[in-house]
């Protein structure tokens, strides 16, 4: 990367810090350091050309880099813009094809899990709403997920067995020109203050412009993460945090014992059950070898969700062992190995596939200014 990514956006900032911000390549948090002006700018600089709401869409994404202390640097910014490229081609509520038979689909599972038959679901559902058109013909007639979503919360709220079917549920998980999580953006608020009014909830934030940006640029820049390539936070983005991390720790503790793992960033179980999974039960058998007792290696393997993985014991020694075992340094970050499931997903899809078509955008994106 070089200083010409900048050009006429960021002219007035002193060339050390202009160096600074270009010295590495991976999307990362900063201490505020460019005027609101100057974030625009950036902004502006790297958004497609023939963008309506140009203008909008400049000032949202300005505000959630401002509101998280991000830098605008030029890969900071393409990182935004190949996510959103990749995931709504910039709108702010896509619609998803055949969402109604999605729905559906999703109805009857939950009515089966809850034990209530299919016909008394329906039954429920043909009743009108405010609007004389019944829920199952809403649920027909969803393009968007905001949509969908709306349907669904009149339901609990107005129809029969809609609180004991669907309380506390929704199908609609993601949202927004970002495809973000709900479930992030609400441990989001809980953790930093919104930049917005908050009156109709952290659901429907999600599925406006302003909101899905602020959410999804959170969830893709707003952590440390020491990558050397883009590539592992879109990874991270579809996994989870710290995904690309923990699938090249599970990738040594491989190495080091030989015991083969899939490497899918997921270090301990999260079903409830006290048994250990193969990461830990992996990382037990070198034990001995890492001065590690069962209890020090579930503790830290427990770290893998935040930042503190990476500063365990079990972390430091399990890659000093497959570095030996290797005969060189092996890598700190590996895109993880998952396919991805899902009611909108119709064909076989990785993260691997995923990250490398984002990947592709970002520096398609970063070649579109300096070009």
């Known amino acids: ?20 911000a270009c010295a590495t390549p991976e999307p990362v948090i900063e201490a505020p350091r460019f005027s609101p002006a100057q974030v625009r700018a950036a902004i502006a600089e790297r958004l497609p050309a023939q963008l309506a709401d140009r203008s909008g869409w400049v000032t949202d994404i300005a505000v959630a880099f401002n509101a998280l202390q991000i830098a605008p640097t030029p890969s900071n910014v393409c990182a935004v813009v190949a996510i959103t490229e990749q995931e709504s081609s910039f709108r702010a509520d896509p619609a998803v094809p055949g969402l109604g038979a999605i729905a559906w689909r ?43 979503s709306e349907v669904f919360e009149d339901i609990v709220g107005r129809v029969p067995l809609g609180s004991s079917l669907f309380s506390g549920w929704n199908p609609v998980r993601t949202g927004g020109p970002m495809q973000v999580s ?31 940006l ?31 991390r923990n699938a090249a720790l599970q990738k040594a503790i491989s190495l080091a014992s030989a015991i083969p793992l899939v490497a899918d960033g997921d270090l301990v179980r999260h079903d409830g059950s006290s048994q250990a999974g193969s990461t830990e039960s992996a990382a037990r058998v070198l034990g001995g ?60 899809l990785t993260t ?18 300096d070009g």
Not at 3 to 16: C, M
Not at 309 to 319: I, K, M, S
Request: glycine share 8%; aromatic share 8%; proline share 5%.
């Open 1 to 20: 990367m070089t200083s010409t990514g900048y050009r006429s956006a960021l002219v007035a900032i002193p060339v050390a810090m202009l160096l600074a």
């Open 182 to 212: 709900i479930g992030f953006a609400e441990q989001q608020v809980r953790s930093r203050p919104y930049p917005y009014p908050l009156d109709r909830g952290v659901r429907h934030e999600v599925f406006t412009r302003r909101g899905g």
């Open 289 to 348: 070898r890492l001065g590690m007792n069962e209890a020090a290696i579930r503790r830290d393997l427990e770290q893998g969700e935040g930042p503190e993985l990476a500063r365990t014991t079990l972390y430091r020694r399990v890659f000093e062992l497959a570095d030996r075992t290797a005969g060189r340094p092996v890598p700190r970050a590996a895109v993880p190995e998952i396919e991805l499931r899902g009611p909108k997903i119709s064909r076989k």
């Open 106 to 148: 999703e109805i009857e599972k939950r009515a089966e899990r809850a034990g209530v038959p299919m016909f008394v679901v329906r039954t429920a559902l043909q009743l009108g709403s405010s609007n004389g058109v019944s829920d199952a013909e809403r649920i027909d007639k969803a393009t968007t997920e905001r949509e969908l």
């Open 214 to 244: 602020y959410f999804g640029i959170a969830h893709l820049l707003a952590y440390a993460a020491d990558y050397d390539r883009p590539l592992y936070r879109f990874a991270d983005f579809n996994a989870g945090r710290y995904a690309s």
């Open 352 to 369: 691997a596939w995923f990250a490398g078509r984002v990947d592709e955008r970002h520096r398609r994106c970063l070649a579109r200014a």
